[in-house]
């Protein structure tokens, strides 16, 4: 892979777990001398309350590559859910990245070249979840984090896939307002 990465986009969805554990991360990748590297930079040194944005790492003081950046889409001002985003979700998304570098979605002899930011939805309710399985959390969360680098580097949906099917889809929570249930 010797083309220049500018800008990849993707996100999965992936649930199944209980209630509150699904994972919905939406990624920008591309080389760090470029619009990516300039929005990281930018997003690490401009933090906002309640939205902070950290690196994803596998331990306090080690960070994958290509470096990721963590930005929760859910305010957060619950220290029981700042320490299950910034633990276990955190560790999830750099073990999906990694394991993304290792099955050759992301081209591994130019890891220190690349960056990506995640978009990271954690369910607000999670701090509700009665013995949440931490477990089931990060193997959702790792899963969700491989499939949207995936699919950004593979520039899927298709422009065909998404002509030829767009009107067989219809949005969940729109088809809910149809149906009363919101």
């Known amino acids: 892979m010797t083309d220049r990465i500018v800008l990849r986009s993707g996100e999965a969805l992936v649930a199944g777990g209980p209630p509150g554990t699904a994972a919905e991360p939406e990624v920008v990748i591309g080389e760090l001398d470029g619009p990516v590297g300039t929005a990281l930079a930018t997003l690490t040194g ?41 633990g276990t979700v955190q560790f999830a998304i750099a073990n999906g990245v990694l394991d993304a570098v290792r099955e050759g979605i992301l081209p591994k002899d130019r890891v220190n070249d690349l960056g990506i930011i995640c978009s990271v939805w954690l369910a607000p309710t999670i701090v509700d979840v009665p013995d949440l399985d931490h477990k089931v959390l990060f193997d959702i969360h790792r899963k969700g984090m491989t499939q949207a680098i995936r699919k950004a580097m593979a520039n899927e949906p298709s422009i065909d896939w ?9 949005h969940k929570y729109y088809q809910m307002g149809l149906d009363g249930k919101i």
């Open 46 to 86: 401009d933090q906002v309350k309640g939205h902070s944005r950290v690196f994803a790492l596998l331990n306090t003081d080690i960070m994958v590559r290509p470096v990721t950046l963590c930005v929760s889409k859910v305010t957060v001002d619950d220290p029981k859910y700042t320490n299950i985003l910034m």
């Open 162 to 170: 998404l002509l030829e099917n767009q009107d067989n889809i219809v």
